[in-house]
Each structure stands twice: as C-alpha cells, then as structure tokens.
C-alpha cells in the first residue's frame, strides 16, 4: 500500500506523476462524470476491475526503477514535523438523548413522511420527499406500537468543522486532560491542518467520533440528516453524498439496518428505529420473569423484558452502507460506536444484585458510567501534501493508509489511574488487519467480541488478528505498573496489500522499526499518571453469558456460501448491479457480482439454518458480515476443534482465513425484510462482494420476493427483483 523507505527518488517521482494521473480518473469517476463501465470501454480498467497496467498511470507497473513491493501510488503522508504520542487521546463524543414524543419535529411516523420539498437543480429540480426512507407499508417500522420511541437522537452528516459542544462523558481528569469546553478543531493532530469540509465527512461534521448511548428496554429513534453537498463532484475526490446507515448488527427490521439500496440524498433525513430488544422477544421467557433479561432502571433496579438474556448484546458500531461508496465514505468519517447496556452489563460496577457482571466501568451513575470503560477505533490514515485525507479508490485489494490513528488523531496517549480498564475496540479501517499486543507482553483480559460477552473470558497476551468491524472488548488491570510508568498498545500484523494479511510479527520485530509497512508497532501510549480515588470494585467473572442452545430446533435448511475472484453479472441495472472483481457464489453456482436486486437466500420466518462460509482461494482473506442474526460457529475448517477460544461466543463477523471455511448456525425472528451479507474489506465489499437476503413469511404487509427500493432525490421508486437465485427459497 505504499513504496518501501529504501525506493529510489527516481521510483518516488514516477509512483508520484502515475498518482496525479489516476487521480484525475478516479475524481471523474467519483464524482459520477463517468462510469465504470466507461473505463472498461476505454481500456483504463478491466472487466475485473483491475487498474490497466499501463506505464504512467498504475504505479503497479513495473519499470526500470521498480521493485517487488507494491506501491498504491500515494506517497507517504507527510507528517510536518510532529512526533508520536504528543497529543491526548479523545474519548468519544457522547450524543445527546432527548424524550420522544415531543423532541422530533416533524414528529416521527411509522411509514416514511413523504411531504415534499424543493430539490435543487443539480439533483434534477422539481420536488421530492423530506424523508429518504422508502415509502409505504413494505418500509414501515416494524413492531411501531409495540416499541414505540422513548429517546430521539438527531444527528447530521456533513463536512468537517470545529466542534464547540464536546461531551466526553466524564470529567478532564479522566480524558487526559482534555478541556471539553475548548473548541475542538478537525484535525488528526493540533499540529497538522485542519481538515477541509470536502476532505473529512462525519457524524456532525466535528471530531471525535460520536458515542451512542441505550439500554435494553427503551426504544431510540435515530433521525440522521444529510447534509453533504447537493452537488457530486465537492467531496474532495472521492466519496459520495448519498448514504444508508448501517447499525451494525442491531435486531430490528430490515426498514432501520442501513440496507445498501436504501440510501438518501441531501437535503433528506431518514428515521431508523431501534427497538433495542433481546432477540426471542416474542418467542422467549413471553412472561419477562427472568431477571437477566432487561435493562437498567434509573434507581439501579432493572426493568424486565421478554426474550432470550443469552442474546445480550454490548458494544456495537454505526457506519455508511452506500453501494460500491462503503469503502469512500466510511473512510472519509462516516462510522460511530454504540453502547448498549443491559440488566447484566449494568455500566456500574458497584451494584452487586447476583445479576449485574460489575464489569469496569465506575460507579457515579446507576448505569451507562465511561468512567473506566473506553471505547477505542482503530483506523489507518493516508494524506496528501496538504494535510488532507486522501484515498486510492482504484486499488480494490484493498485500500491501506500509512498512519495509525485512534479516535481519529494521530498515535495519542491516554492518561489511566493504577486499576482495572474496559476497552471496547473496534478496527475501524476499511482493509487493514490489527493484531494487538502490549509492548511489555503482559495479559490482557478478553470478554467479548462483536458486541457479545463471551460465555468466560480469555487471557491472552497476543489478541487474535482482528478483521475489518470486529469488535473485541478487552479488561487491561493497570495495577501491576508503577505511577509514571508506561506502556504501549503495539500492532503486530504486517500487510504488503490490501487482500489479508502478510505476517504476524513477535513483538520484538513489532517494536523494532525494521518492517515496510509503517502501521506496525506502537500506536497507543497508556500513561499511568495516579492511583484511583476509590478501590476498584469492578470484577471479571469467570463465568458471563452462556451461548443460547439451539440444538433442539429443527435446521430448515444448509446453504453454503463462497467468497471469490472472478465474478461475472448477470443483470444490467444501472442503480443497483455492479461489475466488480470480487464475487460471491451460492449453493455451487456461479460466481455473482453484487446486485442488490437479486435475492440469493430467503430463509423462512422462525426457522434456523446452517450457513457455510469458504473462502475461494488465492491468499486473501475475508472478514464475512451477516446483518441483523447473530450465529454461534460450529467448525472452521470442518472440525470444532478449530474454533479457538475466542471464537466460541455468538458473533456477527467471521474472518476466513485464506483457503478456509467456516460454519454456522443461526435462527431467524422477530422482524423480517431485506438484509445483506458481505465481506467486510469494505474494498472488496464494493467490488462486488456483497449480496441481498431476505427473510420470507414474517407476515403483514410483506410480499415474496419483496420488492426493490430504487432511490431518486425526486422519491422512491420500487421495481421487481432482477434475479431470484433457484435456491433461495429452500423449503
């Protein structure tokens, strides 16, 4: 992803005019002035999707002054001067919660509000709908009256600017010194430029990354307005102003889970719904007797639900799913994270009622304390002379940036008290691997992954490479250090490409300085600076949440799933296929391109499947994401005995490993619609490694096969399917 130190400045000036010629090309493309298609006429790229090697445009062509690593035509991101480890880390920026009904105007609704509105000429004049939600009954919120919203979050998308309503969640002396009532510039250090507004799109148009805050039990409409720039060709390159967000993993109806096709444009906003139930809720503990199943209550009591508790979920994330635009705009700033709390991952780690975990977190609230519990995105950076973010959309291995950044700053420190810690991390990069380690090789406590407790928790002094949106959440007891002291989060995996990873390093090599790829090593000093004002009360239990049982309900139905090169397309839409190089085969048919008009699977209502995910080969690697179902793994590779550990709680990503399998199970209920499953290089993802599911028979206003939103700034139109695969609809 980036010319090795030693290459020539002969080679660096070549990489350098073969970038400014591909970045004509791909600020074209981006902006919508030509087509992909188009390039393939013109021989610029091919039918795969491949960069055409031609001498003066791809850096990857070989010539007299080339080498066997392989560039991306971006040059090192210039760093002006500053040092690692000489700026505080932020934590999150929380967002507000209002009381709903009363704080949304205008209010929301089940089914979309389709009151129109003017749309500006450059998106074809005329009028369209205030909400970009497709219409009618199909795309109501399911289960409105059962969960009607309690809290009303209102967020905005745009373009970077200063933030001057920062709200950590804890005081300065607990975020490192931060004074949040200082405004806080868009930059990723205080000594490089501020970022432009076309450069750095994000939740709010400010820094840090927005924190979400629920809790099982109390229902949260989210209305997201877009605010990017009416006109296509201001992003900065790259990026486009159409979005779909996608609460990654949540339980709720397809209407409110960021599908790829049901995106909106500016000057729209789109309500998601998120019931924030236990999954089983209508199938499970009906009587809501079980203590273990609810959420907090603001005396510190719970309040109890129906539904499965084994389903609680904890720490997820909320990011674009634009289609073949994921990649762009989740890089440019679109990604949040999201804290659920639970009866039994209170946020407080003093009330001890045999049913709260009393995980670290602090003790001042009856829930929801960040105090001791950090929520961390990882995220690989690349810019340009300037100072601005800057992204290689051609290079659909898959993009990787040459700066480590967490929370979106550049190699911060954080300053900890002498106790136990919760981190809740997320790789939030759209191609690169993380492996982590501390630089002492002590243990780290592992709990959880992909927002699921695990049902004990592991040490380890090495975590497990951590695929693209996976999430680990990791206790770290920074008592064994002495006040002053230091040590440092270090990453050990080494990447050559974008494809998977090249090698894990020892921490030795890690730490050395010796590897090409510069992301490796120290990216997050902790600094222990006191000892705590209280004793910590918190504790790691030995046992957490069980695994549901599923053994007992009959399976419906296997389907096998293979993530390959290759691709070919067999529909034509202009809106929702795509030529890619990356491709998705099903039931041993052939490889297909991302089409989200075409169902590839249907499970039926109420039922559990067995799902088989192989990786096609080649070297790569696949971190595979299933919306709205969580799955427990049965086998890698063919046997249990492969499941490590770590892998033995319920998960929603399931990384393959080249020339591997993996297989599992999962139950389909609740809410119905349409989803996606995906390859999570969100490179790959976009070329075109993704695909629609739905679920059949989940009853009301639900038709087989459901129809396809197609998003106009003037409304939403729906067409047929383009393809239904023979297999989908397995009885």
Same mark, same amino acid.
């Given at each position: 992803?980036?010319? #090795?130190?030693k290459?020539?400045?002969?080679?660096?000036?070549?990489?350098?005019?073969?970038?400014?010629?591909?970045?004509?090309? %791909?600020?074209?493309?981006?902006?919508?002035?030509?087509?992909?298609?188009?390039?393939?006429?013109?021989?610029? !790229?091919?039918?795969?999707?491949?960069?055409? #090697? @031609?001498?003066?445009?791809?850096?990857?062509?070989?010539? &007299?002054?080339?080498? *066997?690593?392989? #560039?991306?035509?971006?040059?090192?991101?210039?760093?002006f001067?500053?040092?690692?480890?000489?700026?505080?880390?932020?934590?999150?920026?929380v967002?507000?919660?209002?009381p709903?009904?009363?704080?949304?105007n205008?209010?929301p609704?089940?089914?979309a509000?389709t009151?129109?509105?003017?749309?500006?000429?450059?998106?074809?004049?005329g009028?369209?709908?205030?909400?970009?939600?497709?219409?009618?009954?199909?795309w109501?919120h399911?289960?409105?009256d059962?969960?009607p919203?309690?809290v009303?979050?209102e967020v905005?998308?745009?373009?970077?600017? $200063?933030?001057? $309503?920062?709200?950590?969640?804890v005081?300065?002396s607990?975020?490192?010194?931060?004074?949040?009532?200082?405004p806080?510039?868009?930059?990723?250090?205080?000594?490089?430029?501020?970022?432009?507004?076309?450069?750095?799109?994000?939740?709010?148009?400010?820094?840090?990354?927005k924190? %979400?805050?629920?809790?099982?039990?109390e229902?949260?409409?989210?209305?997201?307005?877009?605010?990017?720039?009416?006109?296509?060709?201001?992003?900065?390159?790259?990026?486009?102003?159409?979005?779909s967000?996608h609460?990654?993993?949540?339980?709720h109806? &397809?209407?409110?889970?960021g599908?790829?096709?049901a995106?909106?444009?500016?000057?729209?906003?789109?309500?998601?719904?998120y019931?924030?139930?236990?999954g089983?809720y209508?199938? =499970?503990?009906?009587?809501?007797t079980?203590?273990?199943?609810?959420?907090?209550?603001? *005396?510190?009591g719970?309040?109890q639900?129906?539904? *499965?508790?084994?389903?609680?979920?904890? +720490?997820?994330?909320?990011?674009?799913?634009?289609?073949?635009?994921?990649a762009q705009?989740v890089?440019k700033?679109?990604?949040?994270?999201?804290?659920?709390y639970?009866?039994?991952d209170?946020?407080?780690?003093?009330?001890?009622?045999?049913?709260?975990?009393?995980l670290?977190?602090?003790?001042a609230?009856?829930?929801?304390?960040?105090?001791?519990?950090?929520?961390?995105m990882?995220?690989?950076?690349?810019?340009?002379?300037?100072?601005?973010?800057?992204?290689?959309i051609?290079?659909m291995?898959?993009?990787?940036?040459?700066?480590?950044?967490?929370n979106l /700053?550049?190699?911060?420190?954080?300053?900890v008290?002498?106790?136990?810690?919760?981190f809740?991390?997320?790789?939030?990069? /759209?191609?690169?691997?993380?492996?982590? &380690?501390?630089?002492?090789a002590s243990?780290?406590?592992?709990?959880?992954?992909?927002?699921?407790?695990?049902?004990?928790?592991?040490?380890?002094?090495q %975590?497990?490479?951590?695929?693209?949106?996976?999430?680990?959440?990791i /206790?770290?007891?920074?008592?064994?250090?002495q006040?002053?002291?230091k040590?440092?989060?270090?990453?050990?995996?080494?990447?050559?490409?974008?494809?998977?990873?090249?090698?894990d390093?020892?921490?030795?090599?890690?730490?050395?300085?010796?590897?090409?790829d #510069?992301c490796?090593?120290?990216?997050?000093?902790?600094?222990i600076v006191?000892?705590?004002?209280?004793?910590d009360?918190?504790?790691?239990?030995?046992?957490? @949440?069980?695994n549901?049982?599923?053994?007992?309900?009959p399976? &419906?139905?296997?389907?096998t799933f293979?993530?390959?090169?290759?691709?070919?397309? +067999?529909?034509?839409?202009?809106?929702s296929?795509?030529?890619?190089?990356?491709?998705i085969? $099903? *039931?041993?048919?052939?490889?297909l391109?991302?089409?989200?008009?075409?169902?590839?699977?249907a499970?039926?209502f109420?039922?559990?499947?067995?799902?088989?995910?192989?990786?096609?080969?080649?070297?790569?690697?696949?971190?595979?994401?299933?919306?709205?179902?969580?799955?427990?793994?049965?086998?890698r590779?063919?046997s249990a005995?492969?499941v490590?550990?770590?892998?033995?709680?319920?998960?929603?990503?399931y990384r393959l490993?080249?020339?591997?399998?993996?297989? !599992? +199970?999962?139950?389909f209920?609740?809410?119905?619609?349409?989803?996606?499953?995906h390859?999570?290089?969100?490179?790959?993802?976009?070329?075109?490694m993704?695909?629609?599911?739905? !679920?059949?028979?989940?009853?009301?206003?639900?038709l087989?096969?459901?129809?396809?939103?197609?998003?106009?700034?003037?409304? $939403?139109?729906?067409?047929?399917?383009?393809?239904?695969?023979?297999?989908? =609809?397995?009885?």
């Amino acid at each position: 992803m980036f010319l #090795p130190r030693k290459a020539s400045r002969a080679r660096l000036r070549e990489a350098e005019n073969a970038r400014r010629n591909r970045l004509e090309i %791909l600020t074209a493309l981006s902006q919508k002035q030509i087509t992909r298609r188009e390039l393939i006429k013109w021989g610029l !790229i091919t039918a795969g999707g491949l960069i055409a #090697p @031609i001498h003066g445009l791809s850096p990857f062509v070989r010539s &007299a002054y080339g080498s *066997d690593n392989i #560039p991306t035509g971006l040059p090192r991101s210039p760093l002006f001067g500053i040092q690692a480890f000489t700026q505080p880390m932020p934590r999150f920026d929380v967002l507000p919660r209002h009381p709903e009904p009363g704080f949304l105007n205008p209010a929301p609704m089940a089914q979309a509000n389709t009151t129109q509105q003017p749309v500006p000429s450059v998106l074809g004049g005329g009028t369209g709908p205030i909400e970009g939600r497709p219409p009618g009954p199909i795309w109501a919120h399911q289960r409105w009256d059962q969960f009607p919203p309690q809290v009303a979050v209102e967020v905005t998308q745009e373009g970077a600017k $200063v933030n001057t $309503v920062y709200n950590p969640g804890v005081p300065s002396s607990l975020n490192s010194g931060i004074n949040a009532s200082a405004p806080f510039a868009p930059r990723f250090h205080p000594n490089l430029p501020d970022q432009g507004p076309l450069s750095l799109w994000t939740f709010n148009g400010t820094l840090p990354p927005k924190l %979400l805050i629920g809790r099982y039990g109390e229902p949260i409409l989210m209305r997201h307005h877009n605010r990017l720039p009416a006109d296509p060709r201001h992003n900065g390159g790259f990026g486009l102003h159409t979005i779909s967000t996608h609460e990654h993993n949540g339980h709720h109806g &397809a209407e409110n889970d960021g599908f790829t096709g049901a995106f909106f444009f500016p000057g729209q906003f789109y309500d998601y719904h998120y019931p924030i139930c236990h999954g089983g809720y209508y199938s =499970f503990n009906t009587g809501a007797t079980d203590p273990r199943c609810g959420g907090p209550e603001d *005396d510190g009591g719970i309040h109890q639900y129906p539904g *499965d508790w084994r389903e609680t979920m904890g +720490t997820h994330w909320f990011h674009d799913h634009m289609f073949s635009f994921t990649a762009q705009n989740v890089y440019k700033g679109n990604a949040g994270m999201f804290n659920i709390y639970s009866a039994v991952d209170r946020g407080n780690e003093e009330i001890n009622d045999g049913v709260n975990l009393r995980l670290p977190s602090g003790t001042a609230k009856p829930w929801g304390n960040l105090d001791y519990d950090v929520n961390l995105m990882i995220s690989d950076k690349a810019w340009d002379a300037n100072g601005q973010l800057t992204m290689d959309i051609f290079d659909m291995d898959g993009f990787l940036g040459d700066v480590m950044t967490v929370n979106l /700053v550049y190699k911060p420190y954080f300053e900890v008290e002498r106790r136990k810690y919760r981190f809740r991390i997320l790789n939030g990069c /759209v191609a690169r691997f993380c492996k982590i &380690a501390l630089s002492d090789a002590s243990p780290m406590i592992m709990i959880g992954n992909d927002g699921n407790l695990f049902p004990s928790p592991v040490v380890l002094t090495q %975590l497990d490479e951590q695929g693209i949106a996976e999430r680990y959440d990791i /206790v770290i007891d920074f008592s064994r250090y002495q006040v002053g002291q230091k040590v440092w989060m270090v990453n050990l995996v080494e990447h050559d490409d974008g494809k998977g990873p090249k090698e894990d390093l020892s921490i030795r090599e890690a730490l050395s300085g010796d590897s090409d790829d #510069p992301c490796v090593g120290r990216f997050l000093e902790f600094r222990i600076v006191r000892d705590p004002p209280r004793p910590d009360v918190s504790r790691v239990p030995s046992t957490m @949440i069980p695994n549901p049982d599923l053994s007992k309900i009959p399976v &419906a139905a296997h389907r096998t799933f293979e993530f390959k090169r290759g691709a070919e397309q +067999t529909t034509n839409d202009p809106i929702s296929s795509f030529f890619g190089e990356w491709g998705i085969r $099903v *039931d041993g048919d052939d490889t297909l391109a991302a089409d989200f008009g075409r169902i590839s699977a249907a499970p039926k209502f109420g039922t559990r499947e067995i799902w088989t995910l192989k990786n096609g080969g080649g070297g790569w690697d696949h971190p595979i994401h299933i919306h709205f179902e969580e799955g427990q793994i049965l086998a890698r590779d063919g046997s249990a005995s492969n499941v490590p550990a770590w892998e033995r709680g319920r998960k929603d990503v399931y990384r393959l490993r080249p020339g591997g399998s993996v297989t !599992i +199970t999962m139950q389909f209920r609740d809410f119905g619609g349409m989803f996606m499953e995906h390859c999570h290089n969100t490179t790959h993802e976009d070329n075109a490694m993704l695909l629609r599911w739905e !679920i059949d028979g989940a009853g009301g206003a639900f038709l087989k096969p459901l129809p396809t939103p197609i998003p106009t700034p003037q409304g $939403v139109q729906f067409r047929d399917p383009t393809d239904v695969l023979p297999t989908a =609809f397995k009885k």
